[in-house]
Nanobody
Framework: QVTLVESGGGLVQAGGSMRLSCAAS????????MGWFRHPVGKEREFVAG????????YYGDSVKGRFTISRDNAKGTVYLQMNSLKPEDTAVYYC???????????????????WGQGTQVTVSS
């Protein structure tokens, strides 16, 4: 069992930056691929970023490429999402997820995720 707790959300102006953290507890987090998804109001949950177990491979959704960076610290059991050049359309609840499969699979379908956090709200004002 893995428990995921997100933090770092809040309100930021367009063009600003924010860093989300996901603290994982339970089984060794280094054995899981990790990722971030987001759920804007009135839309479906979408893939944002994914990272392999070692951190050597990353994946990004098209709308965040070049602006967001995912990273992980397995010793601390934490995954990060650095968000720069934020836009109002980035407003959503952001969820951390863990998969016993691959980060590539997480990028393809949220069904590949085995564990989810409860989410943290990110609001970008124009």
């Amino acid at each position: 069992q893995v428990t995921l707790v997100e933090s770092g959300g809040g309100l930021v102006q367009a063009g600003g930056s924010m860093r989300l953290s996901c603290a994982a507890s339970g089984r060794m987090v280094g054995t899981y691929a990790m990722g971030w998804f987001r759920h804007p109001v009135g839309k479906e949950r979408e893939f944002v970023a994914g990272i392999s177990r070692s951190g050597s491979t990353t994946y990004y959704g098209d709308s965040v490429k070049g602006r967001f960076t995912i990273s992980r610290d397995n010793a601390k059991g934490t995954v990060y999402l650095q968000m720069n050049s934020l836009k109002p359309e980035d407003t959503a609840v952001y969820y951390c997820a863990a998969s016993a499969g691959t980060a590539a699979a997480m990028a393809a379908t949220r069904d590949a995720c085995d564990y989810w956090g409860q989410g943290t709200q990110v609001t970008v004002s124009s």
